[in-house]
């Protein structure tokens, strides 16, 4: 899909649709504390959940969710929590990696960069990421809820709105719908 290219820098706040999917081997929706934490602020900002799901921590699990996402035109955000770190079973970017058409080198860095204040030196230890697919923006990140919570108000919320300047993700976005 092509980018919406009526949208530029600086217009006003446009509501997305955006997903959310838990990666964990042990959370279920009641427990589901950095999923829910980035439901709540999508939703406080404006925007709509168009889908949430918690899959297992399994490079063909996490890409069949993320896959059909990316193929549906009603979506235009998908937010990951869990699957970035460095244990065995932490299999996110190597999941989904290559399904992007293009990285966005600099996500990544800027959130371990944030969280160096919070959590110094262990930021290390984050593989957070994100990447383009599709007209969709993919944006993965640790699963801890205050992660979660730092990624969301420091740096996703102005990337997804319009209003924001110089620049953000939503002239690149699928909004055919």
């Known amino acids: 899909m092509s980018s919406n290219s009526s949208i530029h820098c600086g217009d006003a706040f446009v509501a997305l649709n955006i ?28 925007h709509h959940l168009a ?68 959590i110094g030196t262990s930021t290390i230890q984050s ?5 383009m697919a599709n007209g969709t923006v993919i944006l993965s990140v640790p699963g801890s809820t205050n992660a979660c919570k730092t990624a969301w108000d420091k740096l996703i919320a102005e990337q997804l709105d319009a209003s924001h300047r110089p620049c953000n993700f939503v002239p690149h976005l699928n909004l055919s719908n």
């Open 19 to 46: 997903a959310v999917l838990t990666v964990s081997d042990t959370r279920e929706e009641h427990n589901d504390t950095s999923g829910q934490a980035l439901v709540e602020r999508l939703q406080a900002a404006g």
């Open 51 to 118: 889908a949430k799901a918690i899959s297992k921590d399994d490079v063909y699990q996490l890409r069949a969710v993320v896959s059909q996402w990316i193929a549906d035109e009603n979506i235009q955000v998908i937010l990951t929590t869990g699957g970035t770190g460095f244990t065995a079973r932490d299999n996110t970017p190597e999941a989904l990696l290559p399904l992007f058409d293009k990285n966005i080198e600099g996500f990544g860095e800027v959130f371990r960069t944030i969280s160096l204040a919070e």
């Open 127 to 131: 593989r957070a990421f994100g990447g």
